[in-house]
C-alpha cells in the first residue's frame, strides 16, 4: 500500500517562497514519476509539474521559473521548492505518484494549503 504525505504549506506573503515536501511509503519511488498538482477553490486540479526516475522535469507555464521540483530517493521525499509566490498560487497542492497509461496518477496524497495574501 502506497501511501503519500504532503507537508510545508502554510500563510506566505506575496513574493515569499515556501518548500513542500511529500514522504511516502510503499514502492511510490519506484513508479518512475511523480507529480504535484493543485487546486485552487471553484477551479479544477492541474499539473504544477513532474519529475521522471531519470530526473527529467515538467512545469505548468505559469510557474516555470519560479518553482523547482526535486527528490530525494533517500527517505523517499519530493520536493517541490516555490519562490515569487502571488496570489494566484493560492491552492490545495497534492502530491502524486506513479502515473498511469492515461496521463493520470494512481496514488495521492491529502493535499496541504498554500494561502499566498497581497
Known amino acids: 500500500q502506497v501511501q503519500l504525505v504532503e507537508s510545508g504549506g502554510g500563510s506566505v506573503q506575496a513574493g515569499g517562497s515556501l518548500k513542500l515536501s511529500c514522504t511516502s511509503s510503499?514502492?511510490?519511488?519506484?513508479?518512475?514519476?511523480m507529480a504535484w498538482y493543485r487546486q485552487a477553490p471553484g477551479k479544477e486540479r492541474e499539473l504544477v509539474s513532474s519529475?521522471?526516475?531519470?530526473?527529467?522535469?515538467n512545469y505548468a507555464d505559469s510557474v516555470k521559473g519560479r518553482f523547482t521540483i526535486s527528490q530525494a530517493n533517500v527517505g523517499n521525499t519530493l520536493y517541490l521548492q516555490m519562490n515569487s509566490l502571488t496570489t494566484a498560487d493560492t491552492a490545495v497542492y497534492y502530491c502524486?505518484?506513479?502515473?498511469?497509461?492515461?496521463?493520470?496518477?494512481?496514488?495521492w496524497g491529502q493535499g496541504t494549503q498554500v494561502t499566498v495574501s497581497s
Open positions: 502524486a505518484a506513479c502515473a498511469t497509461d492515461s496521463g493520470g496518477y494512481t496514488y
Open positions: 519529475i521522471r526516475w531519470d530526473g527529467t522535469t
Open positions: 510503499g514502492a511510490a519511488f519506484s513508479c518512475g514519476k
